[in-house]
């Protein structure tokens, strides 16, 4: 007698059989019968298979590889492996990274790429591809765009994310679907714009790729930020490009950026401390609440940050790239501008000094932008040491048929000198230029031969631009934030610069000028520290109010000091200034 069992043919075949021997007479007239057991519907299992590399068999299909690309199959020390962070705790999440082919045979087998990636980029998307939670902090000009769109186009044909958001200041926005077109044209790509019912309509339905702008946020708030149940999206990946935004924890901006229901996302931006480490904290309390704490000494946050943050700059992965020559050219006032900045900075320091302990930090930066206008442009004669050397250089520029951009914070400062240079043809971008219209501008700057000249401000025109056919960069009057200024040199100094982009920043001598530069010099030491791991630097990272009332030798007020002493005895500490960080300038 034989048992059967109805439980698969795998598990039956490792089952031992049951018999036993009986002896029974044969019957005359045989009876058979054929019973059928029903052995039920199998479960389905799901299956994910990986495409791997296979090496060409003969040499003829070897020769066929593009010899611009690394052989990577010949070096495998030399393949770019899916980054798995050290917090991810599910052996389900590693195995499927581990897993994962290596970047070069994805890039080869699945995708047409318009451009062989650096090796650099491929490591971004690297980083990107297995990251809950991420910033991508590369100096400007490295590409942080296209490694998020091909690591986003990698999710999507893996399935591992359906429905993207991404959010970028507005000017950016023709950026983004620009750069989709060229890395990944299959990409559906839906902008969030228009009237209020069609912008609902793009928030609360499914599409691949959405697209929407900072200022949107707040205003469209009610059709993300509602219960699942009526109608709110849940997005697999939200992307903040420009993160800077974000920083400040209590602004509108950053709290709208919060409320966006989502799975997981990252952080773009290069330049992820620009006033103090609080601004790292403000970016984080977005990627994940609570992961970051304030008031960690710099070297402590990077530890804590060391496996979420990625951050490169160009002198350390992009040899070839041509060089940055900064020049810091001391310009003396001219004798009619020295007189009236000498008689409004007297004026100014004495009417401080008069309201004692009722002076505040804002009156004093009020007389610093004044001193800084006059730096440019002396409001009664209109004579400028500064426009003369600008003058004296773009002489040469247009000669020699380069291009420049010439940056300032105030748009009335470019307006002048858009009056005084016009003969070396002028293209204007800043808040005065319709954002429907600056398209066309930097097009006219790129393509036409005449103009040789870009005047930017620093807010429009520091983040999201490739200027790479300029030459020269010209900063009239210096921004209070290193950071900034590094934004703005970077639209020059990028992949796909011609050749040596030289960058001249004015200095107006025995000035308020001065003293500033020496305080963006220390100030720039804060990213350092936070980003490399560079001990030794003092925690402090923002403008001391000390350090402002020192710019002219005012007695800080009695209500700063109150004020400072109390936060301190508060949370244990010492006394000490604190930072401040302001953007006034």
Known sequence: MISLYVTGWNRQLQRPIDFDVQTKPIPSILDFRVVSTPIGKPKRVDTKSWLFYQQPKDEIA???????????????????????????????????????????SMLDTTLDLPDDPYPYQRQGVAFLYGAEFAILADEMGLGKTMQAILTIRFLLRAGDVRNVLIVCPKPLITNWKREFDHWAPEIDIQTIDGSPARRKWVWQHNFPVRL?????LNRDREYFDCPLDQDAPMFDLVVLDEAQ??????NVTSQAARAIPRRRN?????????????????????????????????????????????????????????????????????LPQWETYKIAEEDGVFRLNEKGDSMSIPMVFELILRLKQICNFDPVTGESAKLERLEADLEEVAASGHKAIVFSQWVQTLQTLKQHLSRFGIAEYHGGIPPRKRDDVLKLFREDKHTHVILMSYATGSVGLNLQFAQYVFLFDRWWNPAVEDQAINRAHRIGAAGPVTVTRFISTDTVEERIDRILRERRELSETILSGARGINSSTG??????????????PQKYRVRNMAESEAQGLPASEPDYSGNFL
């Open 543 to 556: 403008l001391k109010q000390e350090e402002i009332f020192g710019l002219f030798k005012l007695r800080i």
């Open 266 to 334: 990252w952080a773009m931006t290069g330049t992820p401390v620009e006033n103090s480490q609080e601004d790292l904290v403000g970016i984080f309390e977005f990627l994940s609440p609570g992961f970051l704490q304030s008031g960690l000494p710099p070297t402590e946050v990077c530890k804590v940050v060391g496996d979420h943050i990625l951050r490169r700059t160009k002198d350390q992965v992009l040899k070839e790239l041509p060089p940055k020559l900064v020049h810091d050219t001391h310009l003396e006032l001219t």
């Open 245 to 250: 935004r974000i920083k400040t924890h209590s």
């Open 212 to 216: 929407a702008n900072y200022e949107l």
């Open 62 to 104: 070897k020769k066929e590889i593009d010899n611009s690309r690394e052989v990577f199959h010949e070096d495998p020390e030399k393949l770019t492996r899916i980054r798995v962070l050290s917090d991810t705790i599910r052996m389900r999440d590693r195995l499927h990274y581990i897993l994962q082919p290596p970047i070069e």
